[in-house]
Protein backbone atom coordinates (compact mmCIF):
# COMPACT_ATOMS: atom_id res chain seq x y z
CA UNK A 1 0.00 0.00 0.00
CA UNK A 2 1.05 3.82 -0.49
CA UNK A 3 2.20 5.44 2.32
CA UNK A 4 4.53 7.63 4.65
CA UNK A 5 7.30 5.67 5.95
CA UNK A 6 9.09 7.10 9.14
CA UNK A 7 12.46 5.34 10.23
CA UNK A 8 13.40 4.49 12.96
CA UNK A 9 9.89 4.51 15.11
CA UNK A 10 12.45 5.03 18.24
CA UNK A 11 15.46 6.71 18.06
CA UNK A 12 17.62 7.30 21.72
CA UNK A 13 20.64 10.08 21.32
CA UNK A 14 22.66 11.84 23.69
CA UNK A 15 22.30 15.16 24.73
CA UNK A 16 24.46 17.47 21.92
CA UNK A 17 25.06 14.70 19.54
CA UNK A 18 23.36 15.36 16.12
CA UNK A 19 20.54 12.99 15.03
CA UNK A 20 18.26 12.10 11.56
CA UNK A 21 15.16 11.23 11.15
CA UNK A 22 14.13 9.94 7.83
CA UNK A 23 10.90 9.93 5.99
CA UNK A 24 9.93 8.15 2.75
CA UNK A 25 6.75 8.15 0.88
CA UNK A 26 5.05 6.35 -2.15
CA UNK A 27 2.33 8.47 -2.66
CA UNK A 28 4.37 10.86 -5.13
CA UNK A 29 2.98 13.57 -3.13
CA UNK A 30 4.96 16.93 -3.69
CA UNK A 31 4.29 18.40 -0.53
CA UNK A 32 6.20 16.99 2.88
CA UNK A 33 5.90 18.57 6.30
CA UNK A 34 7.57 17.82 9.80
CA UNK A 35 5.58 18.29 12.68
CA UNK A 36 6.97 17.97 15.97
CA UNK A 37 4.28 16.74 18.81
CA UNK A 38 4.81 16.24 22.42
CA UNK A 39 2.52 14.71 24.66
CA UNK A 40 -0.65 14.68 24.38
CA UNK A 41 -0.62 17.96 22.75
CA UNK A 42 -1.14 19.10 18.59
CA UNK A 43 1.27 18.53 16.43
CA UNK A 44 3.60 21.57 15.95
CA UNK A 45 4.58 22.52 12.15
CA UNK A 46 8.89 22.70 11.90
CA UNK A 47 8.56 23.81 8.23
CA UNK A 48 7.41 22.11 4.81
CA UNK A 49 8.81 21.58 1.26
CA UNK A 50 6.61 22.42 -1.69
CA UNK A 51 8.25 20.37 -4.58
CA UNK A 52 11.99 21.43 -3.81
CA UNK A 53 11.24 25.19 -2.12
CA UNK A 54 11.78 24.69 1.75
CA UNK A 55 9.65 26.88 4.50
CA UNK A 56 10.64 27.10 7.63
CA UNK A 57 8.26 28.31 10.34
CA UNK A 58 9.28 31.69 12.34
CA UNK A 59 9.51 30.38 15.39
CA UNK A 60 10.98 27.16 14.56
CA UNK A 61 14.84 26.62 16.15
CA UNK A 62 17.99 27.01 13.76
CA UNK A 63 18.55 23.31 15.54
CA UNK A 64 16.38 21.83 13.38
CA UNK A 65 17.41 21.59 9.87
CA UNK A 66 15.30 19.57 6.81
CA UNK A 67 16.85 18.12 3.29
CA UNK A 68 14.84 16.72 0.57
CA UNK A 69 16.90 15.53 -1.96
CA UNK A 70 13.77 13.61 -4.05
CA UNK A 71 10.56 13.56 -4.03
CA UNK A 72 10.47 10.57 -2.05
CA UNK A 73 12.93 11.22 0.86
CA UNK A 74 12.98 14.00 3.53
CA UNK A 75 15.12 13.85 6.78
CA UNK A 76 15.32 15.97 9.68
CA UNK A 77 18.47 17.07 11.23
CA UNK A 78 18.57 17.99 14.83
CA UNK A 79 22.04 19.67 14.94
CA UNK A 80 22.23 19.50 18.61
CA UNK A 81 19.48 18.22 20.47
CA UNK A 82 18.67 19.55 24.08
CA UNK A 83 16.46 17.66 26.77
CA UNK A 84 13.32 20.17 25.55
CA UNK A 85 13.60 18.45 21.78
CA UNK A 86 12.75 15.12 22.93
CA UNK A 87 8.87 14.28 21.27
CA UNK A 88 7.49 12.91 18.39
CA UNK A 89 8.48 13.30 15.36
CA UNK A 90 5.74 13.54 12.84
CA UNK A 91 6.19 13.55 9.04
CA UNK A 92 3.24 14.05 6.21
CA UNK A 93 2.51 14.38 3.16
CA UNK A 94 0.13 15.77 0.61
CA UNK A 95 -0.30 16.85 -3.66
CA UNK A 96 -0.95 20.02 -5.38
CA UNK A 97 -1.18 23.43 -3.85
CA UNK A 98 -0.40 23.27 -0.07
CA UNK A 99 -3.54 22.81 2.17
CA UNK A 100 -6.01 22.15 -0.63
CA UNK A 101 -5.90 18.51 0.14
CA UNK A 102 -5.48 16.43 3.50
CA UNK A 103 -2.38 15.36 4.55
CA UNK A 104 -1.43 11.66 5.31
CA UNK A 105 0.81 11.32 8.41
CA UNK A 106 3.62 8.49 8.79
CA UNK A 107 3.42 7.11 12.45
CA UNK A 108 5.85 9.14 13.93
CA UNK A 109 9.60 8.93 15.52
CA UNK A 110 9.61 9.29 18.86
CA UNK A 111 13.17 10.74 20.37
CA UNK A 112 14.45 10.15 23.54
CA UNK A 113 17.51 12.24 24.80
CA UNK A 114 19.74 10.92 27.33
CA UNK B 1 -2.52 34.15 14.18
CA UNK B 2 -5.53 32.15 14.19
CA UNK B 3 -6.27 30.27 16.66
CA UNK B 4 -8.71 26.89 17.40
CA UNK B 5 -9.53 26.22 20.86
CA UNK B 6 -10.61 22.30 21.41
CA UNK B 7 -12.43 21.25 24.11
CA UNK B 8 -12.81 19.38 26.33
CA UNK B 9 -8.99 18.60 26.71
CA UNK B 10 -9.95 15.60 28.69
CA UNK B 11 -12.30 13.34 28.68
CA UNK B 12 -13.41 9.52 30.69
CA UNK B 13 -16.36 8.43 30.06
CA UNK B 14 -18.39 4.60 30.58
CA UNK B 15 -18.88 2.42 27.26
CA UNK B 16 -22.34 3.69 25.84
CA UNK B 17 -22.57 7.11 26.76
CA UNK B 18 -22.46 9.85 24.43
CA UNK B 19 -20.01 12.80 23.59
CA UNK B 20 -19.03 15.74 21.77
CA UNK B 21 -16.05 17.56 21.13
CA UNK B 22 -15.87 21.08 20.24
CA UNK B 23 -13.42 22.97 18.09
CA UNK B 24 -14.26 27.04 18.14
CA UNK B 25 -11.99 30.12 16.54
CA UNK B 26 -12.58 33.72 15.71
CA UNK B 27 -11.05 32.86 12.26
CA UNK B 28 -12.95 31.61 9.25
CA UNK B 29 -11.67 28.26 7.79
CA UNK B 30 -11.21 27.11 4.00
CA UNK B 31 -12.40 23.54 5.59
CA UNK B 32 -11.59 21.88 8.28
CA UNK B 33 -10.22 18.63 9.40
CA UNK B 34 -10.65 15.73 12.35
CA UNK B 35 -8.12 13.79 12.65
CA UNK B 36 -7.87 10.42 15.22
CA UNK B 37 -4.40 9.52 16.48
CA UNK B 38 -3.54 6.55 18.71
CA UNK B 39 -0.85 6.06 21.31
CA UNK B 40 2.00 5.57 19.39
CA UNK B 41 1.04 6.02 15.70
CA UNK B 42 0.53 9.19 13.14
CA UNK B 43 -3.02 11.04 12.93
CA UNK B 44 -5.48 9.70 10.49
CA UNK B 45 -7.82 11.72 8.87
CA UNK B 46 -11.24 11.21 9.69
CA UNK B 47 -13.16 13.68 7.48
CA UNK B 48 -13.01 17.17 5.87
CA UNK B 49 -15.59 19.54 6.60
CA UNK B 50 -15.82 22.28 3.51
CA UNK B 51 -19.10 24.02 3.33
CA UNK B 52 -20.65 25.93 6.08
CA UNK B 53 -23.57 24.20 8.33
CA UNK B 54 -22.12 20.78 6.55
CA UNK B 55 -22.82 17.87 8.26
CA UNK B 56 -21.02 14.30 8.00
CA UNK B 57 -21.65 11.39 9.75
CA UNK B 58 -18.86 7.61 9.66
CA UNK B 59 -20.99 5.58 11.85
CA UNK B 60 -21.44 6.63 15.21
CA UNK B 61 -19.58 9.93 14.70
CA UNK B 62 -21.14 13.06 13.32
CA UNK B 63 -19.41 16.09 12.55
CA UNK B 64 -20.46 19.52 11.87
CA UNK B 65 -19.22 22.52 9.92
CA UNK B 66 -20.08 26.08 11.44
CA UNK B 67 -22.63 28.32 9.42
CA UNK B 68 -19.85 30.65 9.81
CA UNK B 69 -16.70 27.94 9.20
CA UNK B 70 -15.55 28.83 12.22
CA UNK B 71 -16.25 26.45 14.34
CA UNK B 72 -16.92 22.42 14.42
CA UNK B 73 -18.08 19.44 16.62
CA UNK B 74 -18.00 16.29 16.68
CA UNK B 75 -19.89 14.00 18.60
CA UNK B 76 -19.60 10.40 19.04
CA UNK B 77 -22.87 8.36 20.24
CA UNK B 78 -22.79 5.22 22.08
CA UNK B 79 -18.93 5.31 22.57
CA UNK B 80 -17.03 1.99 22.93
CA UNK B 81 -13.63 1.41 23.85
CA UNK B 82 -12.34 1.11 20.82
CA UNK B 83 -12.74 4.66 20.28
CA UNK B 84 -9.77 5.69 22.94
CA UNK B 85 -7.62 8.26 21.12
CA UNK B 86 -6.76 11.88 20.66
CA UNK B 87 -8.94 13.58 18.58
CA UNK B 88 -7.62 16.40 16.90
CA UNK B 89 -9.50 19.30 14.88
CA UNK B 90 -7.27 21.08 12.27
CA UNK B 91 -8.17 24.20 10.17
CA UNK B 92 -7.04 25.03 6.81
CA UNK B 93 -5.38 28.48 6.34
CA UNK B 94 -6.95 29.80 3.76
CA UNK B 95 -4.18 32.31 3.18
CA UNK B 96 -0.96 29.84 3.58
CA UNK B 97 -3.12 26.49 3.43
CA UNK B 98 -1.36 24.94 6.37
CA UNK B 99 -3.47 23.06 9.04
CA UNK B 100 -4.14 24.96 12.72
CA UNK B 101 -4.38 22.35 15.04
CA UNK B 102 -6.71 22.52 18.01
CA UNK B 103 -5.43 21.40 20.85
CA UNK B 104 -5.97 17.80 20.84
CA UNK B 105 -8.97 16.10 23.16
CA UNK B 106 -7.75 13.04 25.04
CA UNK B 107 -10.67 10.67 25.13
CA UNK B 108 -10.61 7.39 27.26
CA UNK B 109 -13.90 4.94 27.00
CA UNK B 110 -14.09 2.11 29.79
CA UNK B 111 -15.41 -0.60 29.42
Known amino acids: DAMVIQNPRYQVTQFGKPVTLSCSQT?????MYWYQQKSSQAPKLLFH???????NEADTPDNFQSRRPNTSFCFLDIRSPGLGDAAMYLC?????????????FGDGTRLSIL | TQLLEQSPQFLSIQEGENLTVYCNSS?????LQWYRQEPGEGPVLLVT?????EVKKLKRLTFQFGDARKDSSLHITAAQPGDTGLYLC???????????FGQGTTLQVKP
Open chain 1, 92 to 104: ATSRGEVGRQPQH
Open chain 1, 27 to 31: LNHNV
Open chain 1, 49 to 55: YYDKDFN
Open chain 2, 27 to 31: SVFSS
Open chain 2, 49 to 53: VVTGG
Open chain 2, 90 to 100: AGVDGNTGKLI
